[in-house]
């Protein structure tokens, strides 16, 4: 399905724009739980005039973002050795260095720190893949 027809479908209004609770439904469709906030940053991201609607012109910078969302998800599950969804601090200590080497250009040095510091000292604590994307996504959205 192209952007066109992704766009036609969400757009239940059939005003020629998609709204917060219409992004929120595509993100739904790939599987995820997101948060107001993070469904805000998309819509914020997309919305190049802010008149606090994505036209269908603007949501062409959605498809952009989807994508980076995909490849994140599947560095998630890569991580997550033990298939459970969620990542624990060993699964990530085993995998900052890698991460940071890898993709420190695209989302600065920062970021694995940042995520190791999700667990604050608890290490029985786990990240689910919503927890990730928001970090990852923090300064970029």
């Known amino acids: 399905m192209d952007v066109d027809q992704i766009f036609t ?12 609770s219409e992004i929120a439904t595509l993100l739904e469709m790939i599987q995820l739980k997101p948060s107001e906030k993070f469904v805000e940053r998309v ?6 005039n802010s008149d606090g609607k994505v036209t269908k012109d603007e ?3 959605i498809a952009a973002v ?7 998800t599947m560095l998630f599950v890569e991580f997550d050795e033990d298939f459970s969804q969620k990542m ?13 080497t890898d993709n ?7 970021k694995a ?3 190791m510091n999700h667990w604050a ?21």
Do not use: H, P
């Open 104 to 110: 420190a250009d695209k989302y600065g040095g920062g």
């Open 121 to 141: 000292g608890d290490k029985d604590k786990e990240m689910t893949l919503e927890e990730f994307l928001e970090i990852m996504f923090e300064d970029r959205l």
């Open 43 to 48: 819509k914020n991201k997309c919305d190049a």
């Open 113 to 115: 720190m940042e995520i």
């Open 66 to 72: 989807f994508q980076e969302m995909s490849d994140l």
């Open 59 to 61: 949501a062409a910078d």
């Open 88 to 100: 624990s601090f060993e699964e990530m200590r085993k995998r900052a260095s890698t991460f940071y």
């Open 9 to 20: 479908q969400l757009d239940k209004s059939g005003d020629g724009t998609i709204d917060s």
